[in-house]
């Protein structure tokens, strides 16, 4: 077999390797600049990886600079992980796990404790560590089922604002306002520039409103396009897809509902990567009218330094747990934890549960107890008493969610 080589890309092989990872994608290659020059905004020199077969640029991966709010509050410095490819042409040589290897590598020498990612296909990333660490439900509303209960909250107003000011805008307001939940990550520059490039100024249908409160702070934002069947009003269907909401408090997200619903002419709202706890239904008069087509696997989460991230969250009232943790993938993160109200520290007492590194990504936010994953033969229980105490340690005031698709 051909050695495969991995290394830091130059600013000059960036290109190639966006253009790499849009055809691993199956997506149409387009040779027009001005979405390159948006996109490479969020290539960072020294976070771009590639892979090669022959001095032949066969396979990529990128990290972004970002940070993830974990239970407690604390926000860690994390790499939010995308632009991951390998040519058609090239897969199950090794690329892949060559690309993963350096750049997890290259995270811990940082000293960034986390990583995440939105996985394409979820059999491939358990295997580097990553486990899933939060859900999304996809909810839609019929405009005949639209009205809003009179004891909702209400209050404030929302405007429509055009891309050059929701560029200006939504960077400062979305680090505001986002906190508060386990899962929340931050938006960097390059996010936002390209998330921002589908507007209708730029010729795209993307549409913005924010809210503001009833002394005029802004406090939510929603990134909304209408999709119409036809032409001929009363024909076919215009619905909302909502793809970006956000508000501070419920007040701000009920009246971005509110006004969303409301929009002449549409016959539905539909809108993905929605909180698992969102009270939508009890917002509504009839909340038979909102209904969830469908539960996502939203952020997936990798513990690069296992002893830095599992000090750094909080922790629920219960007696101490000793876990084992087994990460064949960065050994150094190997070994036994003792986990307990006061935080976690690396010890060499016998282990009470036992796990893979995947496992904790998917227990580290509280999506999901440690007893459902024993029951699922994940969690190994070498002391039956020590289950009950990680469900309760683990547990999070909140279902974690992230909401922010890169």
Aim: a negative charge; aromatic letters at 6%; hydrophobic letters at 40%.
């Amino acid at each position: 077999m051909t050695d495969v080589d991995v290394r830091p890309l130059a600013e000059s092989e960036y290109r190639p390797s966006f253009d790499l990872f849009l055809a691993s994608l199956h997506e149409p290659q387009r040779t027009g600049d001005e979405r390159w020059q948006r996109s490479s905004t969020r290539y960072e020199p020294g976070r771009v990886f590639g892979a090669f077969l022959d001095g032949e640029l066969a396979g990529t991966a990128l990290s972004m600079t970002s940070a993830l709010e974990v239970p407690g509050g604390a926000v860690l410095p994390a790499a939010a992980v995308t632009g991951v490819g390998v040519r058609a042409d090239r897969t199950r040589r090794g690329l892949l796990r060559g690309l993963m290897r350096a750049q997890l590598t290259e995270l811990r020498e940082r000293g960034e404790p986390l990583a995440v990612l939105h996985a394409s296909e979820t059999r491939i990333y358990p295997r580097f560590g990553y486990g899933l660490g939060t859900r999304s439900q996809r909810v839609q509303v019929a405009r005949t089922h639209a009205e809003l209960r009179p004891d909702a909250p209400i209050g404030g107003q929302v405007r429509l604002v055009d891309g050059p000011a929701a560029e200006k805008l939504l960077p400062e307001l979305y680090s505001r306002i986002a906190a508060g939940r386990p899962g929340l990550i931050a938006r960097g520059e390059g996010w936002w520039t390209t998330r921002l490039a589908g507007t209708v100024e730029n010729g795209g249908a993307l549409r913005v409103a924010v809210r503001s409160d009833d002394s005029g702070t802004d406090d939510g934002f929603a990134l909304w396009e209408p999709s119409k069947t036809d032409h001929h009003f009363g024909d076919g269907s215009i619905r909302i897809l909502v793809s970006d909401m956000h508000g501070a408090d419920d007040a701000a997200t009920a009246s971005l509902w509110r006004f969303l619903l409301g929009l002449d002419l549409a016959t539905s709202v539909i809108a993905v990567d929605r909180p698992l706890d969102e009270p939508l239904p009890w917002w509504l008069a009839d909340r038979r009218g909102c209904g969830v087509d469908r539960v996502d696997d939203d952020l997936w989460v990798r513990l690069v330094d296992v002893p830095a991230a599992l000090a750094a969250r909080s922790y629920g009232a219960a007696e101490p747990v000793v876990v084992e943790v087994r990460d064949p993938f960065l050994p150094q993160n190997s070994g036994r934890y003792r986990i307990g109200p006061g935080g976690a520290e690396p010890v060499a007492d016998a282990p009470q549960l036992g796990l893979d590194v995947d496992v904790l990504g998917s227990l580290y936010l509280g999506d999901v107890r440690p007893s459902t994953l024993a029951a699922a033969n994940r969690v190994e229980v070498h002391e039956p008493s020590a289950l009950a105490a990680a469900d309760r340690l683990f547990a999070a005031a909140r279902p974690p969610w992230c909401g922010t698709q890169f």
